[in-house]
């Protein structure tokens, strides 16, 4: 449960941060500023830059709140918005990979994040290397003389695995390396990265940040050793988001304590539901007491998100179908944090470094805002036809 931020509450921080009305004559919401020119006043001024807002690209007032929200949030040195989460992802990483360079990253990660290592990095001649995920201390073993970046995300993509986040940050900093997490399950108000010794953190604001599945964008916060130059590759890569979406992301982050709360707890008690229910071999939540990754979740971690998985008693793709199909709240369709339920099939073809032996297929659910009862009528429908199929 979100608890404080600093001396406040979180909730005030989320309500309070990023906000200056006497700068916007009293309006408690930050200008929609719309722009590419700023004028000088005068050709001294012009020559010096020596002013607030200088371009477009360079913030305005409408950035600077949302990153000054998330710096509060997050203790960071300085944040950015960009247009995607996968942006927030890939900058970062082009910060501060050089051809010649090794990344070691969490085989559990987020599909597209796997991509880019495979492709742009492994092009550009950086060395992609995946981990198992419950690696923790032993991934000292896999540190090398050129590791640059270890890059995390916990839980894990899909099958929710928690990682040793100061383990993993002590080994990669006694190499040198810069540590890297996706946050965006947890947001800063379930894992405030930072304090657990990661450089950077990232979030898919498009999720619980916006949350509701109708905006792109993402969050980068960096502490103090990393900000100058994740902040120098920001402007040279000119990945500036626009204003509107900015302004919805920070719209949307006034009230991610209450939405939160509320996917908190109906995910977790549908979680436990489907625990006790015939057709689900398992379920994958970091806050259940017999997911395997539940201690260290548990000593880590403020509050568990609305996002986990069931393994499927046994079936493939007829089972996987069968379940989706009789599904009429959760739609079908990728994404999540928004305030609809979600469903898609998960498959782990692409990983290298971590397990894959599960009883059976594995559903992704992203409970939403719906009522309870309803949505366990929704997922009885589906393992029904499951276990007929
Ligand atoms: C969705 C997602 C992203 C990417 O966010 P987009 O805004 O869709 O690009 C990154 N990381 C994780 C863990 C995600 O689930």
Redesign the pocket.
Known sequence: MPGKHGKRGTNTVLTHSGYNPRDFYGFVNPPVVHASTVLYPDAHTLATRNQKYTYGTRGTPTTDALNQAMNELEGAAGSLVVP??????TIPLLAFLSSGDHLLITDAV?G??RQFCDGMLSRMGVEVEYYDPLIGAGISKLMKPNTRVVFT?SPG?NTFEIQDIPAIANAAHAGGAVVMM?N??ATPLYFRALDFGVDISIH????YIAGHSDI???TISANAATWERLEKAYQQLGCCSGPDDVYYTLRGLRTLGVRLEAHRKNALEIARWLHTQPGVDSVLHPALEDFPGHALWKRDFNGSSGLFSIVLDGGGKEKAHAFLDALEIFGMGY??GGYDSLAVRVYLEDRKASRTDYAGTLIRLQIGLEDVEDLKADLARGLEAAVNA
Do not use: I, M, R
Request: glycine fraction near 8%; aromatic fraction near 14%.
């Open positions: 995607s989460g996968l942006a927030a992802v987020y597209p994040t995300e993509s996706d965006s399950w898919a604001a498009t999720k792109l964008a993402g994404s999540w």
